[in-house]
C-alpha cells in the first residue's frame, strides 16, 4: 500500500474514533439531561401536589371556620348613629350585635294606664328588631312613656314608645326594616305589633304601633317590620281606640292624640331562651 493512501487511512480512522468518542459523550449528556429533566418534573409535580393539597385544606378550614363564626355570631345587625336633626334623642347606648338570639320568642309586659297588655316578640323572624326591643327594654327606656298617636280612620293603630311623645323621638340608634308583610293579606291583621319608620331607608327606632283591628290592603303599605303579636289586653286598646282621639290637625280627624291617654308604667322582656 502506498505511504499516502496509508496515512489518509490512518487519518480517516483517527477521525473516524473522535468522532464515534463524540456521539458517545453527546449521548451521554443526554441521557443525563433527561434523568435530571424527569427528577426536576417530578419533584415539581410533588410540590404542586403538596401545594394543592395544603391550599385545599386551607380553604376547607376557612370555609368551616367562616361558618363556625357566623354560625355563633348570629344574624348581622346593623345599628347607626341617629341623626338627632330629625328629633329628639334619649341615649341609652346601642344593643349588642354578637350572639344575638334568631329563634323561639320572648314576652312582652306592658303595664299601662288602661290595663296589662301583653305581646310576643318573634326573634325567628325579626332577630334585630327583637334584640333591639328587649335592649330598650332592659334599660328602662319605654317606663313613664305615654303612646303620643292613635288613627282611628283608614288605619287603625295605637302607636307607642317615643320618650318624648312628639312622634320624633327615640334612641340614639336606627336600623333597617326585616319582615315586612309583603306577602299577607291583610297585611296588618288585629293584634299585629309593628315598628313605625319614617321615609329614611334606615329610620327604625323604639317607636312601634299596636294594630287594634285588621287594616285593610291598600291602606298601609308593606314597609313596617312585624316584630309580634299582642296575646292579651288587645280589647283595652280597641276600647280606648272608641274614646276618639284630638287631632293633630282639624282636616285629619282620625288621626291625633288618643282621648284617653295610654301611658306605659312598664315594659318588660323575658329572658331569651337557652
Known amino acids: 500500500m502506498p505511504t499516502k493512501d496509508r496515512q489518509r487511512q490512518l487519518a480517516r480512522a483517527k477521525l473516524e474514533r473522535q468522532m464515534a468518542r463524540r456521539a458517545a459523550a453527546a449521548k451521554r449528556r443526554r441521557q443525563t439531561q433527561a434523568a435530571v429533566g424527569a427528577g426536576l418534573a ?3 409535580v410533588v410540590v404542586g401536589v403538596g401545594f394543592l393539597v395544603a391550599n385545599l385544606s386551607g380553604d376547607d378550614d376557612k370555609k368551616s371556620s367562616g361558618t363556625a363564626t357566623e354560625a ?9 348613629k341617629a341623626d338627632s336633626s330629625t328629633g329628639q334623642v334619649k341615649d341609652v347606648g346601642t344593643p349588642p350585635t354578637t350572639n344575638v338570639p334568631e329563634t323561639g320568642t320572648r314576652t312582652v309586659t306592658m303595664a299601662t294606664s288602661i290595663g296589662e297588655i301583653d305581646f310576643t316578640l318573634d326573634q325567628a323572624a325579626a332577630p334585630c328588631t327583637s ?3 328587649a335592649f330598650l327594654a332592659g334599660k328602662k327606656f319605654y317606663d313613664k312613656t305615654s303612646c303620643h298617636r292613635l288613627t282611628t280612620a283608614g ?5 307607642c314608645g317615643d320618650p318624648f311623645a312628639d312622634g320624633t323621638g327615640g334612641p340614639a340608634y336606627r336600623y333597617g ?7 299577607q293579606h291583610p297585611p296588618y291583621p288585629a293584634g299585629t305589633i309593628a315598628m313605625a319608620k319614617s321615609s329614611e331607608a334606615i329610620s327604625v327606632g323604639s317607636q312601634f304601633f299596636i294594630v287594634y283591628k285588621d287594616i285593610p ?4 303599605g308593606a314597609d313596617y317590620t312585624v316584630v309580634g303579636k299582642v296575646t292579651k289586653g ?3 286598646v280597641a276600647k280606648a281606640a272608641e274614646k276618639g282621639v284630638t287631632p293633630a290637625d282639624p282636616s285629619n280627624p282620625g288621626d291625633g292624640k288618643p282621648k284617653q291617654a295610654v301611658t306605659i308604667n312598664t315594659l318588660t322582656v323575658s329572658p331569651a331562651a337557652g
Open 217 to 220: 290592603d291598600g291602606s298601609l
Open 155 to 159: 288605619i287603625f293603630v295605637l302607636q
Open 131 to 133: 334584640n333591639s326591643f
Open 234 to 236: 288587645l280589647d283595652l
Open 72 to 80: 355563633a355570631s348570629g344574624p348581622k345587625c346593623d345599628y347607626q
Open 42 to 44: 417530578l419533584l415539581l
Open 177 to 183: 326594616t326585616e319582615n315586612l308583610p309583603t306577602n
